[in-house]
């Protein structure tokens, strides 16, 4: 192996130091703004579309029970999509994996868990709680995004699909608020599928943002 010179070490170290690495603490108040921006604006669009009121034929304490259950998993998924506390690269590949193939597939089990609890008050295939999960995901994904600083270089697709899927998972708690249902024919379109399909567009911005990060840091 070569050993590189000593002008190409100076160059690296001069970039290094032109553009140093954000400290948390300065993102902190950022992020906890876009964070109540976003938490805001899904109320809205939760309000906007009926709010509450479409699950009066399902169980107020069973509601309770789907609602914290999905939080809680969207934010497990959140903890191990953000970069751990000490260092600026993702997690462990096999952590991400575990968020985008866990998410939908624990989504739906634990949904399809209370099918039996309830009669499912009216029947619908699922092609709006698809519609509501895409609309509200962006939001999350917005306040994820900015909290990581940046993507990991080595696997950026993968960080932009778990990014998506830790998105859709928080949107899910949102679609539980609203949608009474627990069909397995409807949990599979307005439930599951959605968090497949924003794990898929998370990898394609991933990557095409990893990209323009590159383009932008040669042209510098």
Known sequence: M????????????????????????SRLLPSLSLAGLSAATMWAIFQLVGGASRTAGRPFLTGIWLMAGTGALAALASWLTLPPRRSMLSRPRGFLWAVIVGVPVLVGAWLGLWHSAYPDPFIRLGYLCFALTVGT??????????ASARLDPRHPRLD????????GAWAAVVVEAWCPLAAPAHVAVGHVLPLVCLALAGALLGSRLHREGVTLQARR
């Not at 070569?2 to 603490?25: D, G």
């Open 160 to 167: 932009g699909a778990t990014l998506g899927t830790a998105s």
């Open 2 to 25: 070569t050993t590189p010179s000593e002008t190409l070490r100076l160059k690296v170290l001069a970039a290094a130091s032109a553009h140093p690495a954000p400290l948390r603490a």
């Open 137 to 146: 995901a962006p939001w999350p994904f917005l306040v994820l995004r900015a």
